[in-house]
C-alpha cells in the first residue's frame, strides 16, 4: 500500500498548481484523504480533507484559493491551489484512512505518501 503526491514546482505568486495524489494496493475510492504540509522547523499542518462521501473541508488560510476534488476513474484525488502566496512554500503530502470523521489531525490518517514540493516565489 502506497501512496505518492506528485504535481510540485515553483511558481509565482499568485500563480497555481495541481497537486494530484494516487494509490497503489488499494482504491482511493472508499478512503478519506487529506492534504497536509510541511515546512522544516515549524510543525505541520493539514490543508484540506476530502471525505469519501464527497464531503470537503479546508484550513481558514487556504479557503477560497484551493480546491480537493476527486476523479473516481482515475482513482486520483486533486489539489488545485490557485493564487499562491510564499507562505504556501511546503512540502505537500497526501494521506488517507478508511471512511469516518475528517479532519486535521494527522492521527486520523494511517496511510502517508512521499510528499511534493510546493515553493511560492518570484
Known amino acids: 500500500v502506497q501512496l505518492q503526491a506528485f504535481g510540485g514546482g515553483l511558481v509565482q505568486p499568485g500563480g497555481s498548481l495541481r497537486l494530484s495524489c494516487a494509490a497503489s494496493?488499494?482504491?482511493?475510492?472508499?478512503?478519506?484523504i487529506a492534504w497536509f504540509r510541511q515546512v522544516p522547523g515549524k510543525e505541520g499542518e493539514g490543508v484540506s480533507c476530502?471525505?469519501?462521501?464527497?464531503?470537503?473541508s479546508y484550513r481558514d488560510s487556504v479557503k477560497g484559493r484551493f480546491v480537493v476534488s476527486r476523479d473516481v476513474a482515475k482513482d486520483t484525488v486533486y489539489l488545485q491551489m490557485n493564487s499562491l502566496k510564499p507562505e504556501d512554500t511546503a512540502v505537500y503530502f497526501c494521506?488517507?484512512?478508511?471512511?469516518?470523521?475528517?479532519?486535521?489531525?494527522?492521527?486520523?490518517?494511517?496511510?502517508w505518501g512521499q510528499g511534493t514540493q510546493v515553493t511560492v516565489s518570484s
Open positions: 494496493g488499494f482504491s482511493l475510492d472508499y478512503y478519506d
Open positions: 476530502i471525505g469519501s462521501n464527497g464531503f470537503t
Open positions: 494521506a488517507a484512512d478508511g471512511p469516518g470523521e475528517i479532519g486535521f489531525s494527522r492521527a486520523m490518517y494511517n496511510y
